[in-house]
């Protein structure tokens, strides 16, 4: 990631205009995500402040998901068949699934999940018109939704996320603290 | 906000088109934080989770407090004045000061706050050319941005502590449930 340019929402090499400025912010919000988590150990990730929890990794983990599940939605237009969503449902739906399934991987894993995960949609981008992400299908409650709201929606989701990750990360270090002086 | 257009980052009344695609973000941001808030009696916006922790109510003020600051830093192409940060810091700094100085209100009065500056933003967002949101200056670490930055980072700062605010009212029925049990 070009670090000259992180702050410009703007031309990006290889993609449209408007592909640009949505690959500008999606890049922003990867790096922060990326920033906040790329120390942690296994021990860290998995961390659960209370039973009900979600991990850092499984956060993580549902990122990729998310992603994954909007590549089938808007690159092939459809919806997920039953199969896909076993194979993505510990992490699009986090909980007591996620919490079963997602624990003991390092840090490395979940980063190589996202960038694998991420290359894929920044080369099919790269096939596509900018007029893509103006094309409107109906979505959530039957209203219209365009390809760049159903993509705004993937960052939005995992800046939500990197929200929560930076605040369990608080408890962690408060929890790791308290228990050295006990 | 018309909730038919709320996932179409397109085109908005009376707004360039730039400034539509960036507004059109704002808003489906500004209509998630309010769904996640606006039920919430005054002792909900002001549970902490722990002594370290900042309530939703801080937070809901941190978002104002923050678009304040990018009104004057991005509008008036200044830094604040020391008058300016010190109304501000609060809201924007959180922490001690912020859990000190901000509870005992009710959600209108947040609501109210986040409506009037983003008012000031909306009206003049429509007195600015599209050209306004490309234009650079030097940024954190000296590196350039433009206003299309900034302005994105208004509201990926809102989505992050939307992301806690769902993360703490989680925290805070479980704390309710408990304690009507116990």
């Known amino acids: 990631m070009d ?3 992180l702050y410009l929402i703007d031309q990006k ?3 449209g205009l ?3 400025k949505l690959v500008s912010m999606m890049n922003y ?3 922060t995500t990326i920033e906040a988590v790329k120390t942690l150990t296994i021990e860290e990730l998995d961390f659960l402040y209370d039973e009900e929890a ?3 990794g499984m956060l993580l983990a ?6 994954k599940a909007y590549q089938i939605i808007t690159f092939e237009n459809r919806d997920l068949t039953e199969e896909e969503l076993s194979i993505l449902l510990p992490g699009l739906d986090l909980g007591s699934l996620g919490r079963e399934q997602i624990k003991g991987n390092s840090i490395d894993f979940y980063l190589e999940q996202l960038a694998a995960t991420r290359k894929t949609t ?5 096939t596509l018109p900018d007029e893509w992400l103006y094309v409107q299908t109906p979505f959530w409650w039957n209203r219209p939704a365009n390809n760049f709201f159903k993509w705004f929606h993937v960052f939005e989701d995992e800046l939500s996320h990197r929200g929560q990750i930076r605040l369990i990360k608080k408890m962690l270090l408060k929890h790791k603290a308290e228990k050295s002086q006990g």
């Open 54 to 56: 979600n991990s850092i």
């Open 18 to 20: 408007e592909f640009s």
């Open 13 to 15: 090499d290889d993609l």
């Open 3 to 5: 670090l000259d340019t």
């Open 62 to 67: 549902h990122l990729a998901a998310v992603e």
């Open 122 to 126: 920044i080369e099919t981008f790269k």
């Open 29 to 31: 919000t990867r790096y």
